[in-house]
T-cell receptor, first 115, second 112 residues
Framework: AQTVTQSQPEMSVQEAETVTLSCTYDTSESNYYLFWYKQPPSRQMILVIRQEAYKQQNATENRFSVNFQKAAKSFSLKISDSQLGDTAMYFC????????????FGKGTKLSVIP | DVKVTQSSRYLVKRTGEKVFLECVQDMDHENMFWYRQDPGLGLRLIYFSYDVKMKEKGDIPEGYSVSREKKERFSLILESASTNQTSMYLCASMQLGGSEAFFGQGTRLTVV
């Protein structure tokens, strides 16, 4: 079974600054996906960024980027130029690439962007 | 855009009542999921379905059942609601062969 650990229950960052959210996971699979999902106060969970394990290049989506360290089983999210709208719960998730399609989530990090 | 719609945002039920939480998706996705979200525990999978009339237990199925009579609709059933089922419930769908899950807006259920 896979496990996903987010060691930072809460974080805060000043507007326009950069923040990094940590995530580690444990798996014996070689083919899998990793995700960061965002859940703002409105509750709609939306995908921020996705990384395929077989790709060495770190995924990037505008101000969001990841640092994927496969050997260390680490998958951190960096948010650059933080904006007030980034205030949300952030969940790291592991997806089994073998076809079960289940996602295993971490417990989440509550990020507050301070004006 | 993919749309996953849950029938209620807020629901208050009494202990012992039978509760139905409905979820509909409009993108013809094969896979559908019910998660429970509690503070400090993240999201935990209750049940999922990969086809009509097919269902699989997730990590915390006790006290719940599901129904999938049509591809677009996946219902979560609490046969006899209890106070420890007070929680946020999230429905999600995923395309066969896909990797991204699309979520509904969540239902905040309170059992009194």
């Amino acid at each position: 079974a896979q496990t996903v650990t987010q060691s930072q229950p809460e974080m805060s960052v000043q507007e326009a600054e950069t923040v990094t959210l940590s995530c580690t996971y444990d798996t014996s699979e070689s083919n899998y996906y990793l995700f960061w999902y965002k859940q703002p106060p409105s509750r709609q969970m939306i995908l921020v960024i996705r990384q395929e394990a077989y790709k060495q290049q770190n995924a990037t989506e505008n101000r969001f980027s990841v640092n994927f360290q496969k050997a260390a089983k680490s998958f951190s999210l960096k948010i650059s130029d933080s904006q007030l709208g980034d205030t949300a719960m952030y969940f790291c998730a592991f997806g089994d690439g073998a076809g079960s399609y289940q996602l295993t989530f971490g417990k989440g990090t509550k990020l507050s962007v301070i004006p | 855009d993919v749309k996953v719609t849950q029938s209620s945002r807020y629901l208050v039920k009494r202990t012992g009542e039978k509760v139905f939480l409905e979820c509909v998706q409009d993108m013809d996705h094969e896979n559908m999921f019910w998660y429970r979200q509690d503070p400090g525990l993240g999201l935990r999978l209750i049940y999922f379905s990969y086809d009509v009339k097919m269902k699989e237990k997730g990590d915390i199925p006790e006290g719940y059942s599901v129904s999938r009579e049509k591809k677009e609709r996946f219902s979560l059933i609490l046969e006899s609601a209890s106070t420890n089922q007070t929680s946020m419930y999230l429905c999600a769908s995923m395309q066969l062969g896909g990797s991204e899950a699309f979520f509904g807006q969540g239902t905040r259920l309170t059992v009194v």
